[in-house]
């Protein structure tokens, strides 16, 4: 019967490391375009709890034209913070077809608490938000303001 108890306990934790580390419950992000004043963003698209949770956290490094849009059902505040995130971003907020806001060069923090990161609140309520590299949207003029056009492959 103590058998019994531990290969259920083992059996548990087996299963829960497993899906901490993505197994049933990963899927694959979706690819999709974003173009800002004629600047093209090929991207990963984040639409679901699961996705938008990991984000870009663990990663190393994006690529200059590379980023991650966040999509929600509709616009409401959005609320964004840099939990596991290995590098600086540029956070881009958007809604009805435009930049809403921009936070330039979020920073990692590595080693902070949960409770004591960073929070980067959208300006306005925002349907989509666009992680790119850090420096990129200074780098391109991207403005507060300017057209986006979302396209999902």
């Given at each position: 019967?103590?058998?019994l108890?531990?290969?259920?306990?083992?059996?548990?934790?087996?299963?829960?490391?497993?899906?901490?580390?993505?197994g049933?419950?990963?899927?694959e992000y979706?690819?999709?375009?974003?173009?800002i004043?004629?600047n093209?963003?090929?991207?990963?698209?984040?639409?679901?709890?699961?996705?938008?949770?990991?984000?870009l956290?663990?990663r190393?490094?994006i690529?200059?034209?590379?980023?991650?849009?966040?999509?929600?059902?509709?616009?409401?505040?959005?609320?964004?913070?840099?939990?596991?995130m290995?590098?600086p971003?540029?956070?881009?907020?958007?809604n009805?077809?435009?930049?809403?806001?921009?936070?330039?060069?979020?920073l990692?923090?590595?080693?902070v608490?949960?409770i004591?990161l960073?929070?980067?609140?959208?300006?306005?309520?925002?349907k989509?938000?666009?992680?790119?590299?850090?420096?990129?949207?200074?780098?391109?003029?991207?403005?507060?303001?300017?057209?986006?056009d979302?396209?999902?492959?």
């Amino acid at each position: 019967m103590k058998y019994l108890i531990w290969v259920i306990i083992l059996g548990i934790l087996g299963g829960a490391f497993f899906i901490y580390k993505g197994g049933w419950t990963k899927s694959e992000y979706k690819k999709g375009a974003v173009i800002i004043e004629g600047n093209k963003f090929e991207v990963e698209i984040a639409d679901n709890t699961l996705q938008r949770t990991k984000g870009l956290s663990g990663r190393e490094q994006i690529g200059p034209d590379e980023g991650m849009l966040f999509v929600f059902g509709s616009p409401l505040p959005r609320t964004f913070w840099m939990k596991d995130m290995l590098m600086p971003i540029d956070i881009l907020w958007i809604n009805d077809g435009k930049i809403v806001g921009i936070e330039n060069n979020a920073l990692p923090e590595l080693g902070v608490s949960s409770i004591k990161l960073k929070q980067y609140q959208s300006p306005q309520p925002v349907k989509y938000v666009l992680e790119i590299a850090a420096g990129r949207a200074n780098e391109l003029g991207i403005q507060i303001g300017d057209e986006v056009d979302i396209r999902f492959k």
